[in-house]
């Protein structure tokens, strides 16, 4: 049941056989981790079409990212997703046609290029993202808010783990 995109391969239990990765709490997680990664990508594939119907639902993370962190190198935003220039390059390109990113000289290095969510992309990710907060905030409406935050904390390490 092991699925690339979640960093779990094959061969990434070798690296740490013999201390414990066939242990009940292991097979939990992984179980747990696959089922919230499916839905995780049906999700953003719905969210992309709230916020264009035409946007590819990989390019949802790459708009959250310019919501958050604001204007951006083309290069780091392909290495924070993890592609490669002509894979950025492309979404770039489809995002700027659906009117969601500028992208502009980098004044510091005119080789480089800066990108940037438009007022309508920054208001259609809003939109999105707000709305996404409020479904979660209707499904763990029973959870008390230190689950949540410890929730957070939790996902916040395991996240900063899988970077290693």
Do not use: C
């Not at 990710?125 to 008390?144: I, K, N, Q, S, T």
């Amino acid at each position: 049941m092991h699925e690339d995109a979640n960093g779990g391969g094959h061969g990434a239990g070798s690296a740490v056989s013999g201390s414990g990765v066939n242990q009940p709490e292991f097979l939990a997680l992984e179980r747990e981790l696959t089922v919230l990664l499916r839905r995780a990508r049906a999700s953003q594939g719905e969210m992309a079409r709230e916020v264009h119907p035409d946007l590819e639902s990989s390019a949802y993370g790459l708009l959250v990212r310019l919501d958050e962190y604001g204007r951006q190198r083309a290069t780091e935003l392909a290495a924070y997703i993890g592609v490669g220039k002509a894979t950025m390059s492309r979404q770039l390109r489809a995002l700027e046609d659906l009117g969601l990113v500028t992208r502009a000289p980098d004044p510091a290095d005119g080789r480089a290029w800066l990108v940037e969510l438009t007022d309508e992309g920054r208001s259609r990710v809003g939109r999105v993202r707000d709305a996404r907060r409020a479904r979660y905030a209707g499904r763990l409406a029973d959870w008390d808010p230190g689950e949540v935050s410890e929730l957070a904390r939790l996902l916040h390490q395991l996240n900063l783990g899988m970077e290693k």
